[in-house]
């Protein structure tokens, strides 16, 4: 792969992170609130997570096996989130995309702006044929922005992931290149 891309919508810059994200990124996912809702994010985030995550997300882009992008405020540039694609299969043509808001930009519509905004990226330059999610049953609201995007309710995984010595369901969804409408 080449350089990873940086991706722009009306409100939003969608970049590679830098090193410079680190501080902010221990903020925003440390928050206990935010990192419930995430399955692989740690919690306490603690001092180096967020420098030695981004230090190896160029080398995995490289490989192309993933693509995370820093969501930034269009205006002020001020780091909002994250989301990306993970697990890049090309040889199927598919790809897991993943997403996380800091609790202080909730509600302002930006993960489906982000998400939009990453589907066509996968659809269009990474040449993918589908593009699938999971979320927590019990966070409706990541599901939303699936639906709001476009993606199909594919599935009610039972007790399919253990996060903080709980099992937990997951709901999964799925988009095809032929469905999505820019």
């Not at 969608?14 to 692989?40: C, F, H, K, M």
């Not at 995007?149 to 039972?158: D, F, I």
Request: with cysteine.
């Amino acid at each position: 792969m080449t350089e990873q891309p940086t991706l722009t919508t009306k409100r939003l810059i969608l970049r590679p992170y830098t090193l410079s994200d680190a501080q902010e990124i221990q903020r925003l996912i440390g928050d206990r609130v935010v990192a419930d809702t995430l399955l692989n994010v740690p919690y306490p985030y603690e001092d180096g997570m967020a420098e030695d995550w981004i230090s190896k997300s160029e080398s995995i882009f490289e490989e192309g096996k993933s693509v995370h992008f820093a969501i930034t405020q269009r205006e002020q540039e001020y780091l909002i989130g994250g989301i990306g694609l993970n697990n890049i299969n090309h040889i199927y043509e598919n790809a897991e995309m993943g997403y996380w808001i800091g609790k202080p930009y909730w509600g302002n519509g930006y993960c489906t702006e982000a998400a939009r905004a990453v589907v066509k990226y996968g659809f269009d330059a990474l040449g993918l044929s589908r593009i699938y999610a999971h979320h927590f049953t019990r966070n409706p609201t990541s599901g939303r922005v699936m639906q709001k995007v476009g993606m199909k309710h594919e599935g009610h995984l039972r007790q399919a992931v253990k996060r903080w010595d709980k099992f937990e369901d997951l709901e999964t969804y799925g988009i095809l290149k032929s469905e999505f409408r820019d």
